[in-house]
Protein backbone atom coordinates (compact mmCIF):
# COMPACT_ATOMS: atom_id res chain seq x y z
CA UNK A 1 0.00 0.00 0.00
CA UNK A 2 0.88 3.35 -0.61
CA UNK A 3 3.16 4.82 2.53
CA UNK A 4 1.88 5.90 5.87
CA UNK A 5 4.17 9.18 5.65
CA UNK A 6 2.87 10.55 2.63
CA UNK A 7 -0.92 10.66 1.31
CA UNK A 8 -2.08 8.40 -1.06
CA UNK A 9 -2.36 9.23 -4.81
CA UNK A 10 -5.67 7.41 -4.89
CA UNK A 11 -7.81 5.09 -3.28
CA UNK A 12 -9.78 2.15 -4.27
CA UNK A 13 -13.26 1.71 -2.48
CA UNK A 14 -14.29 -2.28 -2.43
CA UNK A 15 -18.04 -2.72 -1.58
CA UNK A 16 -19.52 -6.22 -0.89
CA UNK A 17 -23.54 -6.13 -0.74
CA UNK A 18 -24.52 -9.31 0.77
CA UNK A 19 -28.38 -10.06 0.44
CA UNK A 20 -30.85 -12.43 0.10
CA UNK A 21 -34.79 -11.74 0.66
CA UNK A 22 -35.78 -13.82 3.67
CA UNK A 23 -37.24 -17.06 2.43
CA UNK A 24 -38.00 -19.41 5.48
CA UNK A 25 -40.66 -22.00 5.11
CA UNK A 26 -41.33 -24.00 8.79
CA UNK A 27 -44.44 -25.08 7.00
CA UNK A 28 -42.64 -27.60 4.98
CA UNK A 29 -39.96 -29.76 5.57
CA UNK A 30 -38.33 -28.84 3.01
CA UNK A 31 -38.20 -26.08 0.64
CA UNK A 32 -36.50 -25.28 -2.10
CA UNK A 33 -36.34 -21.91 -2.28
CA UNK A 34 -34.40 -22.21 1.37
CA UNK A 35 -31.50 -23.65 -0.91
CA UNK A 36 -30.49 -20.11 -2.06
CA UNK A 37 -29.41 -19.11 1.25
CA UNK A 38 -27.97 -22.50 1.71
CA UNK A 39 -25.85 -22.14 -1.86
CA UNK A 40 -24.77 -18.71 -1.12
CA UNK A 41 -23.83 -19.66 2.64
CA UNK A 42 -21.55 -22.76 0.82
CA UNK A 43 -20.24 -21.06 -2.36
CA UNK A 44 -19.88 -16.86 -1.09
CA UNK A 45 -20.30 -16.42 2.64
CA UNK A 46 -18.57 -18.94 3.81
CA UNK A 47 -15.03 -18.19 1.40
CA UNK A 48 -15.07 -14.55 2.10
CA UNK A 49 -15.02 -14.97 5.53
CA UNK A 50 -12.24 -17.62 5.17
CA UNK A 51 -10.36 -15.18 2.76
CA UNK A 52 -11.05 -11.97 5.01
CA UNK A 53 -9.39 -14.18 8.04
CA UNK A 54 -6.30 -15.27 6.03
CA UNK A 55 -5.81 -11.63 5.15
CA UNK A 56 -5.81 -10.99 8.94
CA UNK A 57 -3.90 -13.54 10.27
CA UNK A 58 -1.40 -12.99 7.55
CA UNK A 59 -1.17 -9.55 8.79
CA UNK A 60 -2.36 -8.47 5.30
CA UNK A 61 -3.19 -4.90 5.23
CA UNK A 62 -6.27 -4.33 3.53
CA UNK A 63 -10.06 -2.23 3.82
CA UNK A 64 -13.21 -4.21 2.70
CA UNK A 65 -16.80 -2.48 2.99
CA UNK A 66 -19.81 -4.84 2.93
CA UNK A 67 -23.78 -4.99 3.36
CA UNK A 68 -24.89 -7.32 5.83
CA UNK A 69 -28.90 -7.05 5.37
CA UNK A 70 -31.50 -6.86 7.80
CA UNK A 71 -33.15 -9.82 6.01
CA UNK A 72 -29.88 -11.67 5.54
CA UNK A 73 -29.40 -11.25 9.16
CA UNK A 74 -32.65 -12.56 10.43
CA UNK A 75 -31.91 -15.77 8.15
CA UNK A 76 -28.32 -16.50 9.58
CA UNK A 77 -29.33 -15.76 13.03
CA UNK A 78 -32.27 -18.34 12.48
CA UNK A 79 -32.08 -21.46 14.61
CA UNK A 80 -34.34 -23.27 12.17
CA UNK A 81 -32.25 -22.50 9.45
CA UNK A 82 -29.07 -22.89 10.79
CA UNK A 83 -30.20 -26.33 11.41
CA UNK A 84 -31.22 -27.01 8.00
CA UNK A 85 -27.85 -25.56 6.27
CA UNK A 86 -26.19 -28.26 8.45
CA UNK A 87 -28.28 -30.74 6.97
CA UNK A 88 -27.94 -29.66 3.57
CA UNK A 89 -24.09 -29.04 4.00
CA UNK A 90 -24.01 -32.84 5.42
CA UNK A 91 -26.58 -34.01 2.03
CA UNK A 92 -23.43 -32.57 0.08
CA UNK A 93 -21.06 -34.64 2.11
CA UNK A 94 -23.16 -37.91 1.37
CA UNK A 95 -23.67 -37.49 -2.32
CA UNK A 96 -19.91 -36.31 -2.62
CA UNK A 97 -18.97 -39.73 -1.53
CA UNK A 98 -21.25 -41.52 -3.52
CA UNK A 99 -19.86 -39.84 -6.74
CA UNK A 100 -16.05 -40.80 -5.61
CA UNK A 101 -17.82 -44.25 -5.69
CA UNK A 102 -19.51 -43.83 -8.68
CA UNK A 103 -16.80 -42.23 -10.51
CA UNK A 104 -14.12 -44.32 -9.19
CA UNK A 105 -12.72 -45.87 -12.91
CA UNK A 106 -12.79 -41.77 -14.17
CA UNK A 107 -9.51 -39.97 -12.89
CA UNK A 108 -11.04 -36.69 -13.82
CA UNK A 109 -14.77 -36.98 -11.94
CA UNK A 110 -13.59 -39.00 -8.91
CA UNK A 111 -10.95 -35.97 -8.40
CA UNK A 112 -13.74 -33.62 -9.35
CA UNK A 113 -15.95 -35.76 -6.72
CA UNK A 114 -13.02 -35.52 -4.22
CA UNK A 115 -12.35 -31.88 -4.43
CA UNK A 116 -16.38 -31.28 -3.49
CA UNK A 117 -15.95 -33.65 -0.70
CA UNK A 118 -13.35 -31.55 0.95
CA UNK A 119 -15.26 -28.27 0.14
CA UNK A 120 -18.15 -29.36 2.05
CA UNK A 121 -16.50 -31.14 5.24
CA UNK A 122 -14.99 -27.68 5.34
CA UNK A 123 -17.62 -25.70 5.11
CA UNK A 124 -19.57 -28.11 8.25
CA UNK A 125 -15.83 -27.62 10.10
CA UNK A 126 -15.99 -23.47 9.82
CA UNK A 127 -19.94 -23.37 10.52
CA UNK A 128 -20.07 -26.00 13.38
CA UNK A 129 -16.87 -26.48 14.77
CA UNK A 130 -15.33 -23.45 14.18
CA UNK A 131 -18.16 -20.78 14.41
CA UNK A 132 -20.60 -22.35 16.04
CA UNK A 133 -23.35 -21.75 13.49
CA UNK A 134 -22.50 -17.92 14.27
CA UNK A 135 -21.43 -16.21 10.85
CA UNK A 136 -22.46 -12.70 12.45
CA UNK A 137 -20.33 -12.87 15.10
CA UNK A 138 -17.53 -13.79 13.16
CA UNK A 139 -17.94 -10.51 10.71
CA UNK A 140 -18.26 -8.41 14.18
CA UNK A 141 -14.99 -9.75 15.12
CA UNK A 142 -13.51 -8.84 11.59
CA UNK A 143 -14.66 -5.17 11.55
CA UNK A 144 -13.37 -5.28 15.31
CA UNK A 145 -10.11 -5.93 13.69
CA UNK A 146 -9.86 -2.41 11.92
CA UNK A 147 -10.59 -4.05 7.99
CA UNK A 148 -14.02 -4.73 7.81
CA UNK A 149 -16.71 -1.94 7.55
CA UNK A 150 -20.42 -3.07 7.62
CA UNK A 151 -23.28 -1.20 6.58
CA UNK A 152 -26.57 -0.55 7.29
CA UNK A 153 -29.34 -1.22 4.63
CA UNK A 154 -33.25 -0.98 4.51
CA UNK A 155 -35.29 -3.26 6.16
CA UNK A 156 -36.08 -5.47 3.68
CA UNK A 157 -34.51 -4.34 0.63
CA UNK A 158 -37.37 -2.02 -0.99
CA UNK A 159 -36.64 0.44 -3.86
CA UNK A 160 -37.20 3.03 -2.17
CA UNK A 161 -38.22 5.55 -4.79
CA UNK A 162 -40.93 3.77 -5.73
CA UNK A 163 -42.34 3.69 -1.90
CA UNK A 164 -42.14 7.79 -1.60
CA UNK A 165 -45.85 7.94 -2.70
CA UNK A 166 -46.82 6.71 0.95
CA UNK A 167 -44.34 9.23 3.31
CA UNK A 168 -44.06 7.08 5.93
CA UNK A 169 -43.06 3.58 4.17
CA UNK A 170 -39.87 4.67 2.74
CA UNK A 171 -38.75 6.16 6.25
CA UNK A 172 -39.60 3.10 8.13
CA UNK A 173 -37.40 1.14 5.79
CA UNK A 174 -34.56 3.01 6.38
CA UNK A 175 -35.36 3.66 10.39
CA UNK A 176 -36.11 -0.59 11.18
CA UNK A 177 -33.06 -1.19 8.68
CA UNK A 178 -30.82 1.27 11.19
CA UNK A 179 -32.55 -0.40 14.12
CA UNK A 180 -31.62 -3.84 13.47
CA UNK A 181 -28.11 -3.00 12.01
CA UNK A 182 -27.58 -1.66 15.68
CA UNK A 183 -29.51 -4.48 16.94
CA UNK A 184 -26.44 -7.08 15.32
CA UNK A 185 -23.44 -4.98 14.81
CA UNK A 186 -23.88 -3.56 18.19
CA UNK A 187 -22.71 -0.05 17.63
CA UNK A 188 -24.30 2.58 14.80
CA UNK A 189 -23.75 2.46 11.17
CA UNK A 190 -21.21 5.20 9.02
CA UNK A 191 -22.74 3.86 5.35
CA UNK A 192 -26.39 2.86 3.95
CA UNK A 193 -26.82 0.82 0.83
CA UNK A 194 -29.74 1.85 -1.15
CA UNK A 195 -31.37 -1.35 -2.51
CA UNK A 196 -30.81 -1.65 -5.91
CA UNK A 197 -28.84 1.74 -5.81
CA UNK A 198 -31.82 3.27 -6.51
CA UNK A 199 -32.02 7.12 -5.31
CA UNK A 200 -34.52 10.34 -5.98
CA UNK A 201 -34.84 13.48 -4.06
CA UNK A 202 -36.07 13.01 -0.62
CA UNK A 203 -34.29 10.29 1.13
CA UNK A 204 -30.84 12.17 1.67
CA UNK A 205 -33.19 13.68 4.57
CA UNK A 206 -34.67 10.32 5.70
CA UNK A 207 -31.03 8.95 6.14
CA UNK A 208 -29.90 12.07 7.94
CA UNK A 209 -32.42 11.73 10.57
CA UNK A 210 -31.21 8.18 10.78
CA UNK A 211 -27.77 9.79 11.29
CA UNK A 212 -26.06 7.64 8.03
CA UNK A 213 -23.16 10.02 6.50
CA UNK A 214 -23.11 8.25 2.92
CA UNK A 215 -24.51 6.25 0.80
CA UNK A 216 -23.85 4.75 -3.16
CA UNK A 217 -25.52 5.87 -6.30
CA UNK A 218 -24.83 4.93 -9.85
CA UNK A 219 -22.46 7.36 -12.04
CA UNK A 220 -25.63 9.11 -13.62
CA UNK A 221 -26.79 9.70 -10.56
CA UNK A 222 -23.97 11.60 -9.52
CA UNK A 223 -23.14 12.99 -13.01
CA UNK A 224 -26.61 14.39 -13.71
CA UNK A 225 -26.85 15.97 -10.39
CA UNK A 226 -27.13 19.60 -9.66
CA UNK A 227 -25.17 21.43 -10.10
CA UNK A 228 -22.78 19.30 -11.75
CA UNK A 229 -19.73 17.80 -9.71
CA UNK A 230 -16.82 18.97 -10.10
CA UNK A 231 -14.57 16.17 -9.65
CA UNK A 232 -17.09 13.82 -11.96
CA UNK A 233 -17.89 10.39 -9.79
CA UNK A 234 -14.11 10.28 -8.60
CA UNK A 235 -15.14 11.91 -5.26
CA UNK A 236 -18.24 11.95 -3.15
CA UNK A 237 -20.41 15.38 -2.41
CA UNK A 238 -22.69 15.96 0.25
CA UNK A 239 -26.27 15.99 -0.42
CA UNK A 240 -28.44 19.22 0.95
CA UNK A 241 -29.57 17.29 3.66
CA UNK A 242 -26.15 15.91 4.71
CA UNK A 243 -25.17 12.42 4.09
CA UNK A 244 -22.46 11.89 1.04
CA UNK A 245 -23.03 10.52 -2.22
CA UNK A 246 -20.15 8.15 -3.53
CA UNK A 247 -20.63 7.11 -7.44
CA UNK A 248 -20.17 3.79 -8.74
CA UNK A 249 -17.51 3.54 -11.18
CA UNK A 250 -18.34 1.79 -14.03
CA UNK A 251 -14.94 0.67 -15.53
CA UNK A 252 -14.02 -1.01 -12.99
CA UNK A 253 -17.33 -3.01 -12.64
CA UNK A 254 -17.41 -3.82 -15.72
CA UNK A 255 -14.31 -5.83 -16.07
CA UNK A 256 -15.81 -7.95 -13.13
CA UNK A 257 -19.68 -8.14 -14.57
CA UNK A 258 -19.85 -7.30 -18.38
CA UNK A 259 -21.52 -10.98 -19.75
CA UNK A 260 -19.12 -9.97 -23.06
CA UNK A 261 -15.38 -8.48 -21.39
CA UNK A 262 -16.08 -10.12 -18.04
CA UNK A 263 -13.71 -12.30 -16.11
CA UNK A 264 -16.04 -14.42 -15.24
CA UNK A 265 -17.09 -15.66 -18.94
CA UNK A 266 -13.13 -16.91 -19.45
CA UNK A 267 -13.05 -20.71 -20.81
CA UNK A 268 -11.06 -22.00 -17.86
CA UNK A 269 -13.63 -20.98 -15.13
CA UNK A 270 -16.33 -23.35 -13.46
CA UNK A 271 -19.79 -23.33 -15.91
CA UNK A 272 -22.46 -22.36 -13.06
CA UNK A 273 -25.23 -24.19 -14.69
CA UNK A 274 -24.05 -27.76 -15.61
CA UNK A 275 -25.12 -29.57 -12.15
CA UNK A 276 -25.54 -32.89 -11.69
CA UNK A 277 -28.38 -32.07 -10.38
CA UNK A 278 -30.21 -31.89 -13.66
CA UNK A 279 -27.89 -34.68 -15.18
CA UNK A 280 -28.74 -37.83 -13.07
CA UNK A 281 -31.77 -39.52 -11.63
CA UNK A 282 -33.51 -37.69 -8.56
CA UNK A 283 -33.75 -41.27 -6.54
CA UNK A 284 -30.02 -41.38 -6.91
CA UNK A 285 -29.14 -37.77 -6.05
CA UNK A 286 -31.71 -37.86 -2.81
CA UNK A 287 -32.38 -41.34 -1.76
CA UNK A 288 -36.21 -41.70 -0.79
CA UNK A 289 -37.04 -39.29 -3.88
CA UNK A 290 -39.50 -40.27 -6.72
CA UNK A 291 -38.61 -38.94 -10.23
CA UNK A 292 -41.28 -36.79 -9.82
CA UNK A 293 -38.92 -35.15 -7.79
CA UNK A 294 -38.12 -31.34 -8.84
CA UNK A 295 -34.45 -30.97 -10.35
CA UNK A 296 -32.40 -28.42 -8.65
CA UNK A 297 -28.64 -27.42 -8.14
CA UNK A 298 -26.26 -29.96 -5.61
CA UNK A 299 -23.20 -28.05 -5.74
CA UNK A 300 -21.40 -30.43 -7.85
CA UNK A 301 -20.38 -29.43 -11.26
CA UNK A 302 -18.01 -30.91 -13.40
CA UNK A 303 -17.34 -28.72 -16.63
CA UNK A 304 -15.92 -25.80 -17.21
CA UNK A 305 -17.31 -22.58 -19.36
CA UNK A 306 -15.32 -23.94 -22.26
CA UNK A 307 -16.87 -21.02 -24.45
CA UNK A 308 -18.90 -21.00 -27.63
CA UNK A 309 -21.01 -23.84 -28.56
CA UNK A 310 -18.31 -26.45 -27.93
CA UNK A 311 -18.58 -29.33 -25.82
CA UNK A 312 -18.21 -28.38 -22.00
CA UNK A 313 -14.45 -30.20 -21.02
CA UNK A 314 -13.84 -31.13 -17.51
CA UNK A 315 -13.37 -28.25 -14.77
CA UNK A 316 -9.35 -28.18 -13.82
CA UNK A 317 -9.26 -26.23 -9.79
CA UNK A 318 -5.80 -25.46 -10.28
CA UNK A 319 -5.58 -24.24 -13.88
CA UNK A 320 -9.05 -21.84 -13.03
CA UNK A 321 -6.75 -20.63 -9.46
CA UNK A 322 -3.85 -19.64 -11.92
CA UNK A 323 -6.78 -18.07 -14.09
CA UNK A 324 -7.93 -15.59 -11.39
CA UNK A 325 -4.26 -14.48 -9.88
CA UNK A 326 -3.77 -13.36 -13.84
CA UNK A 327 -7.24 -11.29 -13.61
CA UNK A 328 -6.32 -10.20 -10.27
CA UNK A 329 -3.13 -9.32 -11.79
CA UNK A 330 -5.50 -7.64 -14.70
CA UNK A 331 -7.69 -6.07 -12.40
CA UNK A 332 -4.90 -4.61 -10.43
CA UNK A 333 -3.12 -2.57 -13.27
CA UNK A 334 -5.95 -1.10 -14.61
CA UNK A 335 -6.95 0.11 -11.51
CA UNK A 336 -3.27 1.54 -11.39
CA UNK A 337 -3.55 2.86 -14.93
CA UNK A 338 -6.73 4.21 -14.24
CA UNK A 339 -5.64 6.62 -10.64
CA UNK A 340 -2.63 7.49 -12.30
CA UNK A 341 -4.14 8.76 -14.84
CA UNK A 342 -7.21 10.54 -12.85
CA UNK A 343 -5.09 12.19 -10.31
CA UNK A 344 -3.67 14.25 -12.92
CA UNK A 345 -7.28 15.97 -12.76
CA UNK A 346 -8.46 14.66 -9.26
CA UNK A 347 -6.54 15.05 -6.34
CA UNK A 348 -6.40 12.59 -4.58
CA UNK A 349 -9.21 10.25 -6.48
CA UNK A 350 -11.35 7.48 -5.19
CA UNK A 351 -12.61 4.76 -7.68
CA UNK A 352 -16.02 3.07 -5.57
CA UNK A 353 -16.47 -0.18 -6.70
CA UNK A 354 -19.28 -2.42 -5.24
CA UNK A 355 -20.71 -5.27 -6.48
CA UNK A 356 -23.13 -8.30 -4.96
CA UNK A 357 -21.69 -10.18 -2.60
CA UNK A 358 -22.78 -13.89 -4.01
CA UNK A 359 -20.98 -13.25 -7.20
CA UNK A 360 -17.99 -13.67 -5.50
CA UNK A 361 -17.91 -17.43 -5.14
CA UNK A 362 -21.77 -18.85 -6.34
CA UNK A 363 -21.82 -17.18 -9.34
CA UNK A 364 -18.00 -17.32 -10.16
CA UNK A 365 -16.95 -19.87 -8.43
CA UNK A 366 -12.95 -18.26 -8.37
CA UNK A 367 -14.03 -14.70 -7.02
CA UNK A 368 -12.93 -15.63 -3.42
CA UNK A 369 -9.60 -16.27 -4.47
CA UNK A 370 -9.44 -13.77 -6.99
CA UNK A 371 -10.50 -11.05 -4.43
CA UNK A 372 -7.79 -12.46 -2.02
CA UNK A 373 -5.11 -12.29 -4.49
CA UNK A 374 -6.05 -8.85 -5.59
CA UNK A 375 -5.80 -7.98 -1.70
CA UNK A 376 -2.31 -9.09 -1.53
CA UNK A 377 -1.24 -7.68 -4.66
CA UNK A 378 -2.82 -4.14 -3.63
CA UNK A 379 -1.02 -4.51 -0.57
CA UNK A 380 2.87 -5.61 -1.74
CA UNK A 381 2.90 -5.24 -5.45
CA UNK A 382 1.99 -1.35 -6.34
CA UNK A 383 2.35 2.17 -4.13
CA UNK A 384 -0.13 4.31 -6.35
CA UNK A 385 -2.93 3.56 -4.52
CA UNK A 386 -4.82 2.37 -0.91
CA UNK A 387 -7.33 0.43 -0.37
CA UNK A 388 -10.31 2.19 1.76
CA UNK A 389 -13.84 2.68 2.94
CA UNK A 390 -15.52 5.46 2.41
CA UNK A 391 -16.14 6.15 5.83
CA UNK A 392 -12.21 6.32 6.55
CA UNK A 393 -12.11 8.83 2.86
CA UNK A 394 -14.63 11.02 4.03
CA UNK A 395 -12.96 11.01 7.57
CA UNK A 396 -9.84 12.04 5.73
CA UNK A 397 -10.79 14.66 2.72
CA UNK A 398 -13.86 16.34 4.54
CA UNK A 399 -14.46 18.93 2.42
CA UNK A 400 -16.90 18.27 -0.62
CA UNK A 401 -18.48 19.28 -3.12
CA UNK A 402 -22.95 19.80 -2.13
CA UNK A 403 -25.01 18.76 -4.86
CA UNK A 404 -28.25 17.26 -5.56
CA UNK A 405 -28.23 13.91 -6.48
CA UNK A 406 -30.52 13.07 -9.64
CA UNK A 407 -33.30 10.34 -9.67
CA UNK A 408 -31.29 6.75 -10.24
CA UNK A 409 -30.39 3.13 -10.39
CA UNK A 410 -27.57 0.42 -10.71
CA UNK A 411 -30.92 -1.32 -12.72
CA UNK A 412 -31.24 -1.64 -16.60
CA UNK A 413 -31.09 1.19 -18.31
CA UNK A 414 -30.19 3.72 -15.19
CA UNK A 415 -33.36 3.88 -13.99
CA UNK A 416 -36.74 1.79 -12.54
CA UNK A 417 -37.93 0.28 -15.69
CA UNK A 418 -36.79 -3.09 -13.97
CA UNK A 419 -38.79 -2.92 -10.58
CA UNK A 420 -41.79 -0.94 -12.30
CA UNK A 421 -42.66 -3.19 -15.64
CA UNK A 422 -46.12 -4.31 -16.93
CA UNK A 423 -44.89 -7.85 -15.32
CA UNK A 424 -44.92 -6.43 -11.90
CA UNK A 425 -46.68 -3.04 -11.69
CA UNK A 426 -49.92 -4.75 -10.49
CA UNK A 427 -48.21 -5.02 -6.71
CA UNK A 428 -47.55 -1.21 -6.42
CA UNK A 429 -51.31 -0.43 -5.35
CA UNK A 430 -51.18 -2.82 -2.87
CA UNK A 431 -47.95 -1.54 -1.30
CA UNK A 432 -49.39 1.78 -1.26
CA UNK A 433 -52.43 1.15 0.02
CA UNK A 434 -50.76 -1.67 2.89
CA UNK A 435 -48.74 1.70 3.72
CA UNK A 436 -51.50 3.72 4.37
CA UNK A 437 -53.55 1.30 6.13
CA UNK A 438 -50.78 0.72 8.45
CA UNK A 439 -50.50 4.48 9.36
CA UNK A 440 -54.11 4.42 9.98
CA UNK A 441 -53.91 1.83 12.10
CA UNK A 442 -50.72 3.09 14.19
CA UNK A 443 -51.74 6.68 15.10
CA UNK A 444 -55.50 4.42 16.12
CA UNK A 445 -53.03 3.14 18.88
CA UNK A 446 -50.58 6.00 19.46
CA UNK A 447 -51.59 6.37 22.87
CA UNK A 448 -52.55 2.84 24.28
CA UNK A 449 -52.54 -0.32 22.46
CA UNK A 450 -53.23 -3.85 24.20
CA UNK A 451 -50.35 -6.44 24.48
CA UNK A 452 -52.14 -8.27 21.75
CA UNK A 453 -52.66 -5.21 19.72
CA UNK A 454 -48.97 -4.63 20.26
CA UNK A 455 -48.50 -7.87 18.59
CA UNK A 456 -51.06 -7.36 15.68
CA UNK A 457 -49.12 -4.35 15.08
CA UNK A 458 -45.99 -5.77 14.96
CA UNK A 459 -46.94 -8.10 12.73
CA UNK A 460 -48.62 -6.06 10.27
CA UNK A 461 -45.44 -3.94 9.88
CA UNK A 462 -43.44 -7.29 9.55
CA UNK A 463 -45.54 -8.54 6.38
CA UNK A 464 -46.04 -5.02 5.05
CA UNK A 465 -42.08 -4.86 4.85
CA UNK A 466 -42.04 -8.29 3.39
CA UNK A 467 -44.49 -7.36 0.55
CA UNK A 468 -42.39 -4.14 -0.48
CA UNK A 469 -38.98 -6.37 -0.88
CA UNK A 470 -37.50 -5.22 -4.19
CA UNK A 471 -37.02 -9.02 -4.83
CA UNK A 472 -40.15 -10.11 -6.03
CA UNK A 473 -40.91 -7.36 -8.64
CA UNK A 474 -37.18 -8.45 -10.09
CA UNK A 475 -37.84 -12.37 -10.17
CA UNK A 476 -41.58 -11.45 -11.75
CA UNK A 477 -39.93 -8.86 -14.70
CA UNK A 478 -36.83 -11.68 -15.03
CA UNK A 479 -39.36 -14.52 -14.55
CA UNK A 480 -36.85 -16.82 -12.83
CA UNK A 481 -39.48 -17.55 -10.22
CA UNK A 482 -42.00 -15.86 -10.88
CA UNK A 483 -44.75 -17.62 -9.55
CA UNK A 484 -42.95 -18.17 -6.12
CA UNK A 485 -42.68 -14.10 -6.15
CA UNK A 486 -46.14 -13.17 -7.28
CA UNK A 487 -47.14 -16.08 -4.07
CA UNK A 488 -44.96 -14.20 -1.68
CA UNK A 489 -46.15 -10.85 -2.78
CA UNK A 490 -49.46 -11.64 -2.69
CA UNK A 491 -49.55 -13.91 0.43
CA UNK A 492 -47.69 -11.33 2.62
CA UNK A 493 -50.73 -8.79 1.67
CA UNK A 494 -53.54 -10.82 2.66
CA UNK A 495 -52.18 -11.75 5.49
CA UNK A 496 -51.68 -7.91 6.60
CA UNK A 497 -54.95 -7.01 5.17
CA UNK A 498 -56.37 -9.93 7.38
CA UNK A 499 -54.87 -8.34 10.72
CA UNK A 500 -55.68 -5.32 9.73
CA UNK A 501 -59.31 -6.23 9.44
CA UNK A 502 -59.21 -8.05 12.97
CA UNK A 503 -57.79 -5.62 14.11
CA UNK A 504 -59.99 -2.79 13.50
CA UNK A 505 -62.99 -4.48 14.13
CA UNK A 506 -61.72 -5.42 17.45
CA UNK A 507 -62.29 -9.14 16.86
CA UNK A 508 -58.31 -10.65 16.76
CA UNK A 509 -57.77 -14.10 16.43
CA UNK A 510 -54.89 -15.05 18.80
CA UNK A 511 -54.23 -18.20 16.80
CA UNK A 512 -54.16 -16.77 13.16
CA UNK A 513 -51.55 -14.18 14.68
CA UNK A 514 -49.95 -16.83 16.40
CA UNK A 515 -49.34 -18.88 12.76
CA UNK A 516 -48.28 -15.47 11.06
CA UNK A 517 -45.69 -14.68 13.96
CA UNK A 518 -44.51 -18.53 13.31
CA UNK A 519 -44.08 -18.18 9.80
CA UNK A 520 -42.06 -14.39 9.13
CA UNK A 521 -40.81 -14.16 12.36
CA UNK A 522 -38.18 -11.41 11.68
CA UNK A 523 -37.54 -8.65 13.32
CA UNK A 524 -38.78 -9.86 16.86
CA UNK A 525 -38.73 -5.81 18.02
CA UNK A 526 -39.68 -4.12 15.06
CA UNK A 527 -40.95 -0.58 16.03
CA UNK A 528 -44.42 0.11 14.39
CA UNK A 529 -44.54 3.65 15.91
CA UNK A 530 -42.30 4.91 12.97
CA UNK A 531 -45.75 4.63 10.84
CA UNK A 532 -47.31 7.25 13.15
Known amino acids: MGSASRPAGGYLALILH ?81 EIAHNRHDDQMRGLAEFYLRMFNECRRRFVDEWRYDLLAVLRELRESGSLEIIASAATHAMLPLLQETPKAARAQVLIGRDIYEANFHGEAAGFWLPECAFAPGLDAILQEANLRWFVVDAHGLLFGHPRPRRAIYAPCYTPAGPAAYARDRTSSRQVWSATEGYPGDPSYREFYHDIGFQRPASYLWPGANEQTVPRFTGLKYHRVTGGDLEKQFYDPAVARRTADAHARHFLEARR ?80 AVWIDQSNSWIYPHLHASARRMSEAARAHAQEASPLATRTLKQMVRELLLMQASDWAFLM ?53 YYI
Open 18 to 98: AHLPFVRHPEYEEALEEEWFFEAITESYIPLIAVMQRLRDDRVPFQLTMTVTPTLCAMLNDPLLRERYVRYVERGIDLAAR
Open 337 to 416: SQIKELRTYHRPPIVVTPFDAELFGHWWFEGPHFLEMLIRKAAYDQSDFEMTTPSRFLAEHSSQQIISPAASTWGENGQF
Open 477 to 529: KTGTAKEYATKRTTEHVLRFNKLYDQLSEGQLDENFLGTCEARDNLFPDVNWR
